[in-house]
């Protein structure tokens, strides 16, 4: 059986022709929603997944609208709504050293170089020049915003599901 990444989220419908607003969760949006590739729609309340090839792709606001081959009209595409996009796992790509998928870098607890444990990466933010990791604090209280840089990340040890921290002055206040 093979195992399955979401890559984004059918929210609504888009006009009359077909198109789907869809909530990214992928990094490479501009290749996962290319003309002619094959996504999976696994729609809500259903066991089964529905292959679709990609007609068309553009971003709107901040959502990437697509319509798929076969599906022309707004009628075709309703049953889609709520449901999520997946490709095999096997179709992610290579990544180089020091890069990560987010759903390996999601749930994993975060301990300083003290070996305080400070809580988990519960989303990753992508402002600019680095992502960001938003850790939910152990001790309750305000998110953690920590940055995806050398000077502050020390190791990630995915077999652990570990990232170490040296945080910088005022990171965790």
Known sequence: MS???NVGKIVNTHGVRGEVRVLSTTDFEDDR???GKT??????????????TVASHRKHKNFDLLCFEGYPS?????????GRL???IEDRPELG???FFYHEIIGCSVVTIAGEELGKVKEILSPGANDVWVVQCRRGGKDLLIPYI????KQVDLEKQQITIEPMEGLLE
């Open 74 to 82: 707004i009628n075709d595409v309703e049953a889609f709504k709520g």
């Open 39 to 52: 996504l999976y729609v696994m729609r809500p309340n259903q066991n089964e997944r529905v292959a679709v």
């Open 86 to 88: 997946q490709v095999p």
């Open 33 to 35: 929603f290319s003309s």
């Open 3 to 5: 195992k399955w990444l």
């Open 97 to 99: 050293e020091g890069e």
């Open 150 to 153: 050398e000077q502050v990340v």
